[in-house]
C-alpha cells in the first residue's frame, strides 16, 4: 500500500483559505489516483476531490466546486487540497486517500491519519 501523510490544516476564520497537502511514499505515485475526503462531528465521511497521479485537471464534488481545487506535483509526490473561503459547515477531519488507478472509488483503501481544519464563524 502507499503511505500518505496530510499537513496544512489549522483554524480560521469563514472566508479563509488552507492549504492541506499529502505526500505519498511507497509506490510508484503516478500509478494511484488520489482522492480527499472529509468527516465532521456526528456526520459520515465524503467524498470531496479526487485526482489521477499522472494528472489532469481532477474532479471537485459539486457542494465545494468553485471554492477547492485539488492538484498534485509529481516530482514531490504530493496532493493539494487548495480551499478558499471557507465555510464553518466546512470543518472536519481531511483525510487523504489513495486506490489504483482506474478503479472504482469504492477501492480507496490506502489512507493518511487526518488533519483537523476548523472554520470559525
Known amino acids: 500500500q502507499v503511505q500518505l501523510v496530510e499537513s496544512g490544516g489549522g483554524l480560521v476564520q469563514a472566508g479563509g483559505s488552507l492549504r492541506l497537502s499529502c505526500v505519498a511514499s511507497?509506490?510508484?505515485?503516478?500509478?494511484?489516483?488520489y482522492g480527499w475526503f472529509r468527516q465532521a462531528p456526528g456526520k459520515e465521511r465524503e467524498f470531496v476531490a479526487a485526482?489521477?497521479?499522472?494528472?489532469?485537471?481532477?474532479y471537485v464534488e459539486g457542494s465545494v466546486k468553485g471554492r477547492f481545487t485539488i492538484s498534485r506535483d509529481l516530482a514531490k509526490s504530493t496532493v493539494y487540497l487548495q480551499m478558499n473561503n471557507l465555510k464553518p459547515e466546512d470543518t472536519g477531519v481531511y483525510y487523504c486517500?489513495?486506490?489504483?488507478?482506474?478503479?472504482?472509488?469504492?477501492?480507496?483503501?490506502?489512507w493518511g491519519q487526518g488533519t483537523q481544519v476548523t472554520v470559525s464563524s
Open positions: 486517500a489513495a486506490k489504483p488507478r482506474g478503479e472504482s472509488r469504492d477501492a480507496f483503501g490506502s
Open positions: 511507497g509506490r510508484t505515485f503516478s500509478l494511484y489516483t
Open positions: 485526482i489521477a497521479g499522472t494528472g489532469g485537471a481532477g
